[in-house]
């Protein structure tokens, strides 16, 4: 089975997947992910205003099969939360690179991102 991997964002070993934009990173976890889980009943999100740190936890996603932690791809403080995930997280399984993404972080240093996984490197891990 092949899973998409678009090669414009990096990749956590932990299968989050981070898109910067002008030193705001979107976050969200990937295809691979999210098919592994199943589908997804719940979502739990830092608030806008809270503080992460690059590889540590930041959330759980709940799915029928198993809860599992979310993880940061880059430190720095959360601008915006996905609430749409609240009332409907299985936009997470339908389209978890558009709809399902999960938070948005105002990055301390965006060259962290430079640690994480390219396309390519991730595609070889899940493969």
């Known amino acids: ?11 956590l070993e932990s299968h ?3 898109l910067e934009d002008d030193g705001t990173v ?10 592994e889980l199943g589908d997804v009943v719940f979502v739990e999100l830092p608030d806008e205003g809270d503080d992460v740190t690059q590889e540590e936890e930041f ?3 709940e ?5 599992s932690d979310l993880y940061a791809p880059v430190s720095g403080e959360v601008t915006a939360v996905n ?10 399984n ?9 938070l948005e972080i105002d990055a301390d240093d965006a ?13 070889d891990q899940i493969a």
């Open 16 to 18: 989050e997947w981070a």
């Open 111 to 123: 060259s962290e991102l430079d640690d994480l996984l390219t396309a390519d490197e991730y595609e």
């Open 83 to 92: 609430d749409d995930l609240f009332d409907a997280p299985e936009l997470v």
């Open 1 to 11: 089975m092949s899973f998409d991997v678009p090669d414009d964002r990096r990749y």
């Open 26 to 35: 979107r976050v969200g976890i990937t295809d691979f992910a999210q098919d």
């Open 63 to 67: 799915s029928i099969k198993a809860v």
């Open 59 to 61: 959330g759980v996603v």
């Open 94 to 102: 339908d389209d978890p690179f558009g709809d399902g993404w999960m």
